[in-house]
């Protein structure tokens, strides 16, 4: 198993840009997690994601963000337009299907830098 | 809402030695686990060591153990023999028992394991 794959792994732009970060989770997961760390907060959930359906998008900190899990294998968090402060690293993160405890499997996630 | 406190953004120990660190919890609910993660310079998210809220022992794992105090709502790692392979960002951890599998991560601590 390859575990989850986000790309890029580093992801420079300029401000005003509209950025894309891609996940692939774990064949056979159905939860779908994706988490923002930075110095300042640490890491935050920003939207999870259970049977491709968005279940709390609460930590999404403006319209700017938006993600999307058009299929069981594949998801996006795309921002539009990117600002200086949304430089972090972006993480996605599975688990086998919610209630059962599963643990969370992360990806090696996206650093993010605009400028 | 659950909230994670880890009170030591930073610490620096000689190698061989042995470290605490520390984390608090606030929560209502009365079934859950607690959890730490290492993350190393690689930004891997490792699982280190997790606890179930309900068992009274102290998950143990190698040279990681846990003290966990369940009416305190505390829950430190004690890191024993302490290597250089240990130095990374430990982030102590809550997720409720049954739930979605979402994860809420305290800010973390840097540890450096000085030669």
């Known amino acids: 198993d390859a575990g989850v794959i986000q790309s890029p792994r580093h992801e420079v732009t300029e401000m005003g840009q509209e950025v894309t970060l891609r996940c692939k989770p774990i064949?056979?997961?159905?939860?779908l997690f994706w988490y923002r760390q930075t110095m300042m907060r640490g890491l935050e959930l920003l939207i999870y994601f259970n049977n491709n359906v968005p279940i709390d998008d609460s930590g999404m900190p403006e319209d700017r963000f938006s993600a999307k899990m058009p299929n069981a294998s594949f998801s996006t968090l795309k921002i539009q337009p990117s600002e200086p402060r949304d430089s972090a690293v972006y993480f996605c993160?599975?688990?086998?299907?919610?209630?059962?405890?599963?643990?969370?499997?992360f990806g090696n996630g996206t650093r993010l830098t605009v400028t | 809402a659950q909230t994670v406190t880890q009170s030591q953004p930073e610490m620096s120990v000689q190698e061989a030695e042995t470290v605490t660190l520390s984390c608090t919890y606030d929560?209502?609910?009365?079934?859950?686990?607690l959890f730490w993660y290492k993350q190393p310079p690689s930004r891997q998210m490792i699982l280190v060591i997790r606890q179930e809220a309900y068992k009274q022992q102290n998950a143990t794992e190698n040279r990681f153990s846990v003290n966990f105090q369940k009416a305190a709502k505390s829950f430190s790692l004690k890191i024993s023999d302490s290597q250089l392979g240990d130095t990374a960002m430990y982030f102590c951890a809550f997720m409720k028992r049954g739930g979605d599998d979402k994860i809420i991560f305290g800010k973390g601590t840097r540890l450096h394991i000085l030669p």
């Open positions: 929560t209502s609910e009365s079934n859950y686990y």
């Open positions: 993160a599975s688990s086998l299907r919610a209630g059962l405890d599963s643990p969370l499997h």
């Open positions: 064949s056979g997961h159905n939860s």
